[in-house]
């Protein structure tokens, strides 16, 4: 990536940003709208001038932010918008666009999600087994719990009771979250044997994990409305600023 002018590298790290921290905004360089740094996308060039994924905002130099799902990028990117939207961004600089840059994205936020599992699970904040789970979350020592999506709703039922009577949260209907990633998924991502659901006993590691899941199926357009259609944002959006192209 570029040599920065005057951001440090790995400054956007999602790393940079624990439970409860205040985060800068960033502005969506295709519907205007502002969101958190780690809700939102990061888009980098390479020295060559390819717009390239910086899903974990590392990269050095300037970057834009992206903030609507795959499906929505890949009609901007049809229909000359987004083309048009990184060029006002990255103000004139030559750029290659990738045609498979949605896919690129996709992977990339896979990527991260289970690097950052597998590295939970190395240091012990992570829990797999129905039973180990359900004896902790039963006990209050679960901060958030996951169910691969393939996984039965009698078998996430039980876990999901457990964990609200841990948390003395009966009757408020909470339960855990269903991944964007079946158990064959989840079972090569981290190495073992038949992975159905899993729980993390730290606060600070169920805010990472919980933030790029919810990255990652909002970009999958998992119960999200298509922004880019409403009233042509693009064309209304303010030329962007420094929070949409930091």
């Known amino acids: 990536m570029r040599i920065p002018h005057n ?4 400054s956007d790290s999602l790393e940079a940003h624990p439970a409860g921290s205040d985060q800068p905004e960033r502005r969506c360089i295709l519907t205007g709208r502002n969101g958190a740094r780690d809700e939102l996308i990061r ?10 994924p910086d899903v974990q905002a590392r990269a050095s130099g300037r970057g834009a932010w992206i903030g609507v799902s795959r499906g929505e990028l890949e009609t901007a990117l049809a229909k000359g918008k987004l083309k048009g939207a990184l060029a006002r961004a990255f103000k004139g600089e030559a750029l290659s666009i990738p045609e498979d840059l949605g896919a690129r994205i996709e992977a990339a936020l896979l990527r991260v999600l ?24 039963r006990a209050g020592k679960v901060a958030w719990l996951g169910h691969a999506s393939d996984t039965s709703e009698d078998g996430a039922r039980k876990l999901d009771q457990a964990w609200r009577v841990g948390e003395d949260a009966e009757g408020s209907g909470k339960h855990g979250m269903r991944l964007p990633l079946d158990r064959a998924a989840l079972s090569v991502a981290l190495g073992r044997d038949n992975v159905v659901h899993m729980a993390l006993t730290d606060t600070a590691a169920a805010h990472r994990i919980d ?36």
């Open 43 to 52: 888009l980098a060039i390479s020295p060559s001038g390819e717009v390239l």
């Open 114 to 137: 289970t690097d950052r599992l597998g590295l939970e699970m190395r240091t012990g904040f992570l829990l797999l087994g129905s039973e180990r789970i359900a004896e902790k979350a």
């Open 7 to 10: 951001e440090p590298l790995g």
């Open 211 to 246: 933030t790029l899941v919810r990255r990652l199926t909002h970009f999958l357009g998992q119960g999200e409305t298509n922004e880019i259609e409403q009233g042509d944002p693009v064309a209304d959006a303010a030329e962007p600023d420094v929070l949409a192209t930091q």
